[in-house]
């Protein structure tokens, strides 16, 4: 009996070791996982992740000009035209739009905008807007003018020689006080401009030294000069016409000559009778 003892007891250990084998597997490699796992984030000595920074909020947008900020609304609607204008040109080798900027327009005193002089339009009081441009000499590149002249409706004056403006004249004939237009030394081309004609009864007309081809029409004789002072706000009233081509009996076209910009040169034909 002490023989069939002993082998129950041996073979009752035999059997709880084989249990307990793969607990204890199990047990150890949890530890070694932990361990593992703690090692990763910072224990025994690792350095800890940065914390995520927040994403920066968008800028406010920025505040439009309100009429409030200029003299009258006269000068707001123009602030925009003139804005849209300086965005088109290309070259301003003198940073004449530098001074472009903020709400004060008129240079009458030399604090405005550089070119832009203000007068109150007939019929109102107080009521300062842009009557004359003058960017004689500027030197400004863009690729035309049109969208800009024609969307000043008091201007009376547009003088814009020896730059590089391209394109064509824009319509003027609707601006009720315009009557003196200088666009001569650019980059302009085509025909002659026949948006000029309708004011031939009260414009001054300069559009030689362009890229024009073709003949001039004879009703371009009729335009009257005016001779006037420096000052672009205060023309002289002297006036005098072109001479007539029939009465000259010659005629008038216009050839190219060299020129960065293929501008042209008026050149007097004998007309056939």
Same mark, same amino acid.
């Not at 009429?67 to 088109?88: C, G, M, W």
């Not at 007309?205 to 004789?221: K, Q």
């Not at 076209?253 to 293929?262: A, N, T, Y």
């Given at each position: 009996?002490?023989?069939?003892?002993?082998?129950?007891?041996?073979?009752?250990?035999?059997?709880?070791?084989?249990?307990? #084998?793969?607990?204890?597997?199990?047990?150890?490699?949890?530890?070694?996982?932990?361990?593992? &796992?703690?090692?990763?984030?910072?224990?025994?000595?690792?350095?800890?992740?940065?914390?995520?920074?927040?994403?920066?909020?968008?800028?406010?947008? =920025?505040? $439009?000009?309100?009429?409030?900020?200029?003299?009258?609304?006269?000068?707001?609607?123009?602030?925009?035209? &003139?804005? +849209?204008?300086?965005?088109? &040109?290309?070259?301003?080798?003198?940073?004449?739009?530098?001074?472009?900027?903020?709400? +004060? &327009?008129?240079?009458?005193?030399?604090?405005?905008?550089?070119?832009?002089?203000?007068?109150?339009?007939?019929?109102?009081?107080?009521?300062?807007?842009?009557?004359?441009?003058?960017?004689?000499?500027?030197?400004?590149?863009?690729?035309? /003018?049109?969208?800009? #002249?024609? $969307?000043?409706?008091?201007?009376?004056?547009?003088?814009?020689?020896?730059?590089?403006?391209?394109?064509?004249?824009?319509?003027?004939?609707?601006?009720?006080?315009?009557?003196?237009?200088?666009?001569?030394?650019?980059?302009?081309?085509?025909?002659?401009?026949?948006?000029?004609?309708?004011?031939?009864?009260?414009?001054?007309?300069?559009?030689?030294?362009?890229?024009?081809?073709?003949?001039?029409?004879?009703?371009?004789?009729?335009?009257?000069? =005016? /001779?006037?002072?420096?000052?672009?706000?205060?023309? =002289?009233?002297?006036?005098?016409?072109?001479?007539?081509?029939?009465? =000259?009996?010659?005629?008038?076209?216009?050839? +190219?000559?060299?020129?960065?910009?293929?501008?042209?040169?008026?050149?007097?034909?004998?007309?056939?009778?």
């Amino acid at each position: 009996m002490g023989c069939g003892r002993s082998s129950f007891w041996f073979m009752q250990l035999v059997f709880l070791s084989i249990l307990l #084998v793969p607990i204890l597997s199990s047990s150890s490699g949890s530890d070694r996982e932990a361990l593992e &796992i703690g090692i990763g984030v910072g224990v025994g000595g690792g350095a800890a992740p940065s914390t995520p920074q927040p994403e920066c909020p968008p800028p406010p947008p =920025r505040r $439009q000009p309100q009429p409030s900020d200029f003299e009258n609304i006269l000068q707001h609607r123009a602030y925009f035209v &003139i804005q +849209r204008f300086k965005q088109t &040109i290309t070259c301003d080798p003198k940073n004449k739009t530098g001074s472009w900027t903020g709400f +004060r &327009i008129c240079n009458n005193d030399g604090r405005g905008y550089q070119g832009f002089y203000c007068e109150t339009p007939p019929g109102l009081n107080n009521m300062r807007t842009i009557a004359s441009v003058n960017f004689n000499g500027f030197t400004l590149s863009a690729p035309t /003018v049109c969208g800009f #002249v024609d $969307q000043l409706p008091d201007i009376a004056l547009f003088h814009a020689n020896s730059n590089s403006f391209g394109g064509t004249v824009p319509a003027l004939a609707n601006l009720p006080f315009f009557y003196e237009l200088d666009l001569s030394n650019n980059c302009l081309s085509g025909g002659f401009p026949a948006s000029v004609l309708p004011l031939v009864d009260r414009a001054f007309l300069d559009p030689r030294y362009n890229g024009y081809a073709g003949p001039v029409p004879s009703v371009a004789f009729l335009i009257r000069t =005016r /001779v006037h002072p420096e000052h672009p706000a205060q023309p =002289r009233q002297h006036h005098r016409r072109l001479p007539n081509p029939r009465q =000259r009996r010659r005629a008038s076209r216009l050839r +190219r000559s060299s020129g960065c910009c293929g501008r042209w040169k008026e050149e007097r034909l004998r007309a056939i009778s």
